[in-house]
């Protein structure tokens, strides 16, 4: 028992880790409680579950490289990478994973900044809060769930590799960079571009290190350049399959990239729609003040929906550019198509948390009597300008520092300049855990004890307290007193804000509860304000000394979870996916062997010169929002329409430009070519547009049918739907909308004994469109087929089947009855291969986009598997085991420094105080 008190007093980390996981895991499961239960799920925009369970997203299927076959004709993805989310998806399955990854990545997020804490060598309690205040800042909460909770990873590897790196002691130091190499790689495989970003500053933390080492500064500088280097190196090698991917799906081949026809207002607006806008910074300290999700509170459970009515958001972030101009111009013109305001994610950090980050700064800018030594004062100058420069990045557009960081390679390409409020929140973290530290060390480790109650020792500590605390305090108490009168400035003005909101396009009802929550929002500010001062307060006063010291510790963590988890709850939707996924006779009928035909909703125009009525428009919004994005990928029925592809390939942009119509009269000649191509055979729409399609679109062919009408109703269970996944669609013999078909659609593959060569891919373009083109008889070919007849027949081309369906792997059977040419109607990309009775054949690419192979006379088994290049994969696998064992090792070595520091002291000898306590006098 002795030993085990002398271990704890000489290292009292040790034995934190598991409370702090306790703590981190019981916090979680309360606020995702909800979607722990039976038959419910987190949600999630990028991630949904309809998305894990398609085939195409199919692990370890998809290791070997991704093609996403449901959207458009099909587009190559990342595939799964070696990483932890693709490791947990593997191991769990769709459903359990969508539960917990969110939760999970959060858990991984707060280990990495305590891990970070503890060797700064921290006081456990801002150890412990400074994992809380990571887990829950609201910039990473609601970027977990939203969707992207592989960012709350990727934060977390960097407090990983900060962990590493700090201990600037020579035994194993080349191991710990190298181990920090990996956790920033892991970063990079897990968020792209914000694990980039994030390396960048992790690169700057090193290079800080090495300027501040004792010895010849020169010299320093080239060894932490050396040792930034070999981060980036095994960094590079961890994600190798990430930025071999990156390079093939979002540069190579892509619209814009290679030859950017935009003038430089297009690219800039671009690149910083997503910029936060200078006064939306005050979301770092008020949540909800410029709202919650777009959508708020309609997905909310009952119990909170009153509570925030009004939270909708109504911030100008993720605005197109151009509507600014429109409102500049007083609104003259037609009004912008781009959106008028995108966002699912959230600012704050804490007021308690930036609170005292403040005082963290406020203590490391004194000349003397600092609480912090010089060392921990130069990192906190280092961190508060990490907050201030990169909050001034994040206002892109809306401030004039981006534009120089936008003219540097790459950046251009990021389109997110408020990516850069992920570094804001980090930094503060890191300044809330000194400052913490700080405070812990000085007023309550070092201070003396007193016997006085709370109160009292407070007032007693005001009557004796002079400089630097003191003016502190009346500082905090005159920001309560200006936020009081803020508050009251912009109560007063509700009505000129309910204004604002209806010119941004809110209806009066709206606009009104959005003004009433904001204004509420900060009230609840105001309170929270005061509540942190206090705290702070007490703890300046020392009233936590000595056996209260638990208790303020509590009183602390308590703090902030209630502050940051309330400020959460509205970020955190959960869905019954039985219910969400519930399939219907339309959704039944597409699912039926969906690889043989595509489906798609008629186009928008049909509507507008049909002045249709504003309830036809709900089939749209029903199709782009639950079947497309949920239902047919959950289902695996394929889809023409585009459901996200922000960088679309240079190919399939040509090609649906060329058989766009820019007029009414081009459309009999272009929309049906283009389904007729595409082996589009079903759309949806009004059951009243058969005569115009009939009449107008398809002019004198008439291909087009009603399969089955319906109606749209109230899911079984639902007596006052209020959202759109609370629909379905029932059969009704007279309902208001339809399942076409277009009997001109061509099969998915089909045989031809009649082709033509067309090398020039602007001339199979324009062939392609000319009504004298028969998709039905004739092939264009891109090149011609090598050792075959110079050319075509006429003779009957015979029959294909599929004898199976994978998204990387179909087998057709073809029966051809002379020399032919395989059409398969899905997009052409290189790292597709063919085989032809086992023997691999060249791949051709048809009608400009789609692939094809040529077969001699008679029957055929034909493969088309899609295999991409692994060695990336091989290497990022090989480079991932390195890091975990050199991350293993490095524990190892730890725990055995730590159990040979505290091994108690011999009898006869004279252990030396620690640091923080001073010898009683006796």
């Known amino acids: ?69 449901l959207n458009t004709l099909g587009y190559r993805e990342s595939g799964a990478l070696p990483n932890i989310t693709y490791l947990m998806l593997w191991l769990l399955g769709p459903v359990l994973f969508s539960k917990l990854y969110a939760p999970v990545a959060l858990l991984i997020l707060g280990l990495g900044a305590w891990c970070f804490f503890r060797q700064l060598r921290f006081q456990p309690v801002a150890c412990v809060a400074g994992a809380l205040a990571a887990t829950l800042n609201s910039g990473f909460f609601s970027a ?68 501040r080492a004792e010895g010849s500064r020169p010299a320093n500088l080239v060894k932490g350049a050396v040792q930034v280097a070999l981060v980036a190196v095994v960094a590079a090698l961890v994600a190798a399959q990430t930025v071999i991917v990156l390079v093939a799906t979002q540069i190579q081949g892509v619209a814009g990239t290679q030859q950017d026809l935009r003038t430089k207002e297009q690219r800039w607006d671009w690149a910083t729609q997503w910029s936060l806008p200078k006064r939306e910074a005050l979301g770092l300290i008020i949540p909800g003040l410029f709202g919650y999700r777009m959508d708020t509170p309609a997905l909310l459970p009952p119990s909170l929906q009153k509570a925030y009515s ?45 609170l005292v980050g403040l005082w963290a700064t406020a203590q490391a800018l004194r000349k003397k009597d600092s609480v912090f030594p010089l060392e921990q004062r130069r990192w906190i100058w280092f961190w508060s300008a990490v907050a201030l420069i990169s909050l001034l990045l994040a206002f892109g557009r809306f401030a004039p520092f981006y534009q120089f960081l936008y003219l540097l390679p790459y950046f251009s390409t990021i389109r997110n300049p408020a990516k850069f409020l992920h570094i804001v929140d980090y930094s503060l973290v890191i300044l809330f855990a000194y400052g913490l530290h700080g405070l812990w060390q000085r007023h309550v480790v070092e201070a003396v004890p007193t016997q006085h109650g709370l109160v009292a020792a407070v007032k007693s500590w005001w009557r004796q307290v002079r400089g630097f605390d003191r003016r502190w305090t009346v500082v905090c108490l005159g920001s309560i007193g200006a936020s009081v009168l803020g508050w009251l400035i912009y109560s007063s003005s ?46 300046l006063s020392g009233a936590f000394a000595g056996p209260r010291s638990r208790w303020g510790a509590v009183l602390v963590g308590a703090f902030l979870i209630g502050d940051l988890g309330r400020a959460n709850l509205p970020w955190i939707i959960t869905w019954d996916y039985k219910q969400k996924y519930a399939s219907n006779p339309i959704i039944d009928r597409l699912r039926q062997n969906p690889h043989e035909q595509r489906v798609a909703i008629l186009p928008d125009w049909i509507g507008q010169v049909l002045q249709s009525p504003p309830e036809l428009e709900l089939i749209r919004d029903l199709y782009r929002i639950e079947w497309a994005q949920h239902h047919f990928l959950f289902y695996n029925i394929q889809s023409l329409d ?9 190919d399939l942009l040509a090609f649906e430009q060329a058989l766009q119509p820019k007029n009414m009269a081009e459309v009999p000649r272009l929309v049906p070519r283009r389904w007729q191509l595409t082996s589009t055979r079903y759309l949806l729409g009004p059951a009243d547009y058969l005569g115009f399609l009939n009449q107008q679109v398809d002019a004198g062919q008439q291909r087009f049918r009603i399969a089955e009408r319906f109606q749209i109703v109230p899911k079984p269970g639902i007596e006052r739907p ?88 179909i087998v057709l059977k073809a029966e051809a009855g002379a020399p032919s ?13 063919v ?53 293993a090792g490095l524990f190892v070595a730890s725990r055995r420094q730590e159990r040979g520091s505290s091994s108690p002291a011999p009898r006869d000898s004279s252990p030396s105080q620690p640091a923080a306590v001073k010898p009683r006098k006796l």
Request: with cysteine.
């Open 1 to 69: 028992m002795d030993s085990l008190k002398d271990r704890a007093a000489a290292n009292p980390y040790s034995g934190l880790i598991l409370p702090t996981l306790l703590l981190l895991v019981a916090v979680l499961a309360l606020l995702f409680r909800n979607g722990l239960l039976p038959g419910h799920t987190v949600f999630s925009n990028d991630g949904p579950l309809g998305t894990l369970s398609s085939h195409s997203h199919a692990v370890p299927y998809t290791f070997t490289g991704g093609w996403q076959d």
């Open 144 to 211: 977990a769930a939203w969707g992207v909770a592989a960012h709350a990873i990727t934060i977390g590897m960097n407090f990983l590799a900060l962990a590493a790196v700090a201990d600037t002691s020579p035994r194993l130091r080349w191991v710990r960079v190298a181990a920090a190499g990996a956790a920033v790689g892991m970063g990079v495989m897990e968020g792209a571009d914000i694990g980039a970003i994030f390396s960048l500053y992790t690169a700057a933390f090193m290079m800080y290190q090495a300027w």
């Open 310 to 354: 009004g939270g909708n958001y109504w911030g100008a972030v993720g605005r197109d550019p151009a509507w600014d101009r429109y409102f500049a111009s007083g609104q003259q013109g037609q009004p912008p198509s781009g959106f008028l305001r995108f966002t699912g994610g959230g600012n704050y950090a804490g007021v308690l948390v930036v």
């Open 494 to 539: 509700r009505e000129d804000v309910v204004r604002y909101l209806q010119t941004v396009r809110f209806d009066p009802a709206t606009a009104e509860a959005i003004a009433r929550f904001s204004v509420t929002q900060v009230a609840w500010f105001i309170l929270t304000l005061v509540l942190a001062v206090a705290l702070v307060t007490v703890l």
């Open 642 to 650: 585009i459901v996200q592809l922000p960088r679309m390939p240079e």
């Open 722 to 809: 209020m959202r759109l996944d609370e629909l379905t669609a029932v059969p009704a013999t007279n309902g208001p909308f339809a399942l076409f078909e277009f009997t001109g659609a061509l099969p998915r593959a089909k045989l031809y004994t009649n082709w033509q060569v067309l090398t020039n891919d602007q001339a199979a373009l324009e062939r392609l469109a000319d009504p004298a083109f028969d998709p039905l008889t004739t092939v264009l070919l891109a090149a011609s087929p090598p050792g075959t007849p110079t050319t075509s027949t006429n003779l009957p081309p015979g029959t294909v089947s599929f004898v199976s369906y994978a998204p990387k792997d």
């Open 821 to 833: 040419v395989l059409l398969l109607n899905d997009r052409f990309e290189p790292n597709w291969k």
């Open 835 to 887: 085989y032809v009775d086992g023997r691999p054949e060249p791949l051709l690419r048809a009608n400009f986009i789609m692939r094809a192979v040529y077969l001699p006379p008679g029957t055929h088994e034909v493969a088309f598997r899609f295999e991409p290049p692994y060695h990336g994969l091989c290497v990022s696998a090989a480079a991932v085991l390195l890091g975990v064992l050199l991350s």
